[in-house]
């Protein structure tokens, strides 16, 4: 069974320029997860999914930020503008709905780096 | 809200020795609690978790951590590291009703040599 895959891996852009961030969640998964972490800080919440619609996102950390998941399937992160203070690595999750025993499971993360 | 410390950044051990991770937590509301661990290159994943019960908690690759709910501790050890136990550790913390949603500590770097 696949895992949770992000794509790019990695991602170099200019101050001011747009970047896309996909995640693909395990099949069948309906809960996904946004996290970011910014170098040499703890890892962060930004939103939560439930199928296609947002159901936490208190941890955006603003309107350049912009979180989709059509159809309930996979889901993209835009930034536009971005800023330098945008860098980290952004992490997605995905779980099951209804099973506090089971886990979120994690990409391996897009490292964004903002020039 | 909930807020976790993890009071160590980087830890150096020689390999079998045994390891120890601190992490507390504070939160207004009962938690859950996570550790995870990041090797490198690879993403996140879950070494054990506490949901409620026995307050000793075993995970996968010989670790365990203990819940401590007066101390609001969820210390991780390991009586005896290998080198590929070389990885960063995350202690997460989540409200009961919101469990997907973590809070995580800074990270403790662990560096396992011969």
């Known amino acids: 069974e696949a895992g949770v895959t992000q794509f790019p891996s990695h991602s170099v852009i200019e101050k001011g320029q747009t970047v896309t961030l996909r995640c693909d969640p395990i099949?069948?998964?309906?809960?996904l997860y946004w996290y970011r972490r910014v170098m040499g800080k703890e890892i962060k919440f930004l939103l939560h999914f439930v199928k296609e619609s947002k159901q936490d996102e208190s941890g955006m950390p603003n309107n350049r930020f912009l979180a989709e998941r059509t159809g309930g399937t996979y889901s993209t992160l835009k930034v536009q503008p971005a800023e330098l203070e945008d860098s980290g690595v952004y992490f997605c999750a995905s779980s099951q709905t209804g099973h506090t025993n089971t886990e979120a499971f994690f990409g391996q993360g897009t490292r964004l780096t903002v020039v | 809200a909930q807020s976790v410390t993890q009071l160590d950044s980087q830890v150096p051990v020689f390999e079998e020795a045994p390891v120890e991770l601190r992490c507390n937590y504070s939160?207004?509301?009962?938690?859950?609690l996570f550790w995870y661990v990041q090797y490198p290159n690879q993403g996140l994943q879950l070494l054990l978790k506490y949901l409620s019960g026995s307050t000793l908690v075993k995970g996968i690759n010989g670790f365990e951590a203990e819940f401590n709910k007066s101390q609001t501790s969820f210390h991780l050890r390991k009586p005896s590291v290998h080198i590929s136990d070389t990885a960063e550790y995350f202690c997460a913390v989540s409200g009961t009703d919101s469990w997907g949603k973590l809070q995580f500590g800074a990270g403790t770097q662990v560096v396992v040599t011969p």
């Open positions: 939160s207004s509301v009962s938690v859950y």
């Open positions: 099949s069948g998964h309906d809960n």
